[in-house]
C-alpha cells in the first residue's frame, strides 16, 4: 500500500515559471517531510525538509508548504529552470525510521 | 553537509557469482544505515534497515539469505549479492542517517549476466 502518494506523475514548465508537486499521506504519525531531487543515474539528494509544526519552510527557489489538517505537502519551484529538469521525490516518516517515498514527479523545464 | 559514498558505482558480474557493494558515510557516523533497490522509471523501494552491530531488518519480501548485510562499523555498511542472477539487474542505493535526515549515496548500478 503507497503510504504517500504524489502526483503529477510528469510535469512540463517553462523556463522562469513555478513547478508544483503535491503529496498526501494517511499515517498521522508522519512528522518528517523531505523532498529528495535525482538526476538520471544518480542517487537523490536532499532539497528541503519539513516538520509538522510549521506550515511553511523556504530555502532559495524551494518551498515547502505544508497542510497537516488535511494531511497534505507540496514542492513550489520558483522560477525554474532547465537545470531543475530531474525526478523529485516526496517522503515521509517517523523520526528514526525509513522514508516512505512517492512515486516520483519527473520535471521537464523547457528553455 | 554529510557525504555518502558507494562502491563500486557500476558492476557487471556473471550469473552465479555474488557481489558486494559499500556504503561510507564519509564525514559523520552512522548508527542506521538503509539499502535501496530502484528500478528504471521509478521509486526507491526500501530493501532492509542496517543497524550498527546488530543484524539488519528486511522488508516483506526481500530474502536475507540472497541479500546479505552487514554493518560493522559505524561509517560502512555492505549489501552482498549472493549467486546473483539477471533479475538482480538493478539500482541499488545507501542511505545513512545523521540527525534524523537520510543522505544518500550515488548508487551502484548492478548487471548481471
Known amino acids: 500500500q503507497q503510504q504517500v ?6 510535469l512540463i514548465v517553462q523556463k522562469g515559471g513555478i513547478s508544483i508537486i503535491n503529496c498526501a499521506y494517511e499515517n498521522t504519525a508522519f512528522d518528517y517531510f523531505p523532498w529528495y531531487q535525482q538526476f538520471p543515474g544518480k542517487g537523490p539528494a536532499l532539497l528541503i525538509a519539513i516538520r509538522p509544526d510549521v506550515s511553511e519552510k523556504k530555502e532559495g527557489r524551494f518551498t515547502i508548504s505544508f497542510n497537516k489538517s488535511a494531511k497534505q505537502f507540496s514542492l513550489h519551484i520558483m522560477d525554474s529552470q532547465p537545470g531543475d529538469s530531474a525526478t523529485y521525490f516526496c517522503a515521509a516518516s517517523n523520526s528514526g525510521y525509513a522514508l516512505n517515498f512517492g512515486k516520483g514527479t519527473s520535471l521537464l523545464v523547457t528553455p | 553537509g554529510a557525504v555518502v559514498s558507494q ?3 557500476w558492476v557487471i558480474c556473471k550469473s552465479g557469482t555474488s557481489v558486494k557493494i ?5 564525514d559523520f557516523q552512522a548508527t542506521t544505515m538503509f539499502w535501496y533497490r530502484q ?12 543497524n550498527e552491530g546488530s543484524k539488519a531488518t528486511y522488508e516483506q519480501g526481500v530474502e536475507k ?3 546479505l548485510i552487514n554493518h560493522a562499523s559505524l561509517t560502512l555498511s ?3 549479492v549472493t549467486s546473483a542472477h539477471p533479475e538482480d539487474s538493478s539500482f541499488y542505493i545507501c542511505s545513512a542517517e545523521e540527525r534524523e535526515t537520510q543522505y544518500f549515496g550515488p548508487g551502484t548500478r548492478l548487471l548481471v549476466l
Do not use: G, Y
Not at chain 1, 5 to 10: D, E, F, G
Not at chain 2, 22 to 26: A, K, M, N, T, V
Open chain 2, 7 to 9: 562502491h563500486p558505482s
Open chain 2, 78 to 80: 555492505t549489501l552482498t
Open chain 2, 39 to 50: 528500478f528504471p522509471k521509478q521509486s526507491l523501494m526500501l530493501m532492509a534497515t542496517s
Open chain 2, 65 to 67: 539469505d540472497k541479500f
Open chain 2, 22 to 26: 559499500e556504503c561510507r558515510s564519509l
Open chain 1, 5 to 10: 502518494k504524489q502526483s503529477p506523475q510528469s
